[in-house]
């Protein structure tokens, strides 16, 4: 099987859609020749044209409204945010109108849309663009989000996006877009709402989102010299949540670390947490619930104060020996 990267997954679910349905079309800045911040739409407005790959002002607030009274009209639209931080630009239009349409027309209007828009740090790009917002969005009823961590992830669970009939907020990690990993030229989608377990264990689990996945993998190798068996799990979307995987894995290592690059406080991870504490799970826990996170500062320009910032490998190691009381 082929190898490709995630950028270049994230591009082909689009192409292959936009092939299948001429309803479906992107907006946002600089995506036409331009291609994108990050190059995902590089090569598209040759096959699709202007009309379908539509560059617009430098205006979230118009990308967003424009994208939900197409939406509203039958059309699929994928609106682009050059970063995620700017989607407190669109937070109106997406928290009031897009997550609440559907429900406020008791199911008469759909809104099918997809926001697309890079996250994270580990680019340099300071405080005002590297942020991790997901959790705000998970708060809000009508509202979809996911986090796909792999190429592979990201191909399947944007295919469904655009499928679905209700708003999708789709979070791609800027340092995931140079993964790679094998990646079926065929169609194929992800279900939303089932996580994935990426490395089986039995002593602890992990459960990772975005980038944070790939440096769970990486502390699981370390660990595994060591005689530790770690288990991690990858969401994939928050929303909708696949607790029963979650669940299910804590039951059977009793122990369970949480880490996203978001700032700890008020993260995601506080979610699952309280979930586990909740569940039939919490009988089973052998030691306490650790939560890592982002330091609640903003992200620094400087390169190692910005690594500083947010948990590393190291971290999550260290993590796992105290929980299991080996430090």
Known sequence: MREITYLEAVREAMTLEMRKNEDVFILGEDIGVYGGAFGV??????????????????????????????????????????????????????????AKLRYMYGGKAKVPMVLRTPAGSGTGAAAQHSQSLEAWMTHIPGLKVIQPATAYDAKGLLKAAIDDNNPVIFYEHKLCYRTKCHVPEEEYSIPLGKADVKRKGTDVTVVA????????????????????????????TLVPLDEETIIRSVKKTSRLIVVHEAVKRGGFGGEIASIIAESEAFDYLDA????????????????????????????????????LNRS
């Open 41 to 98: 739409t590089r090569g598209m407005i040759e096959e699709f044209g202007s009309e379908r790959v539509r560059n617009t002002p430098i205006s979230e607030a118009a990308i967003s409204g424009t994208a939900i009274g197409a939406a509203l009209t039958g059309m699929r639209p994928i609106l682009e945010l050059q970063f995620s931080d700017f989607i407190t630009i669109a937070m109106d239009n997406m928290v009031n109108q897009a």
């Open 209 to 236: 989102t975005a980038v944070m996945v790939h440096k769970a993998l990486e502390a699981a190798v370390e660990l595994e010299k060591e005689g530790i068996s770690v288990e991690v799990i990858d969401p994939r």
């Open 288 to 323: 306490p619930i650790k939560r890592l996170g982002g330091k609640p500062v903003p992200i620094p320009y400087n390169p190692m104060l910005e690594r500083a910032a947010i948990p590393q490998v190291p971290d999550i190691i260290q993590a796992v020996k105290e929980t």
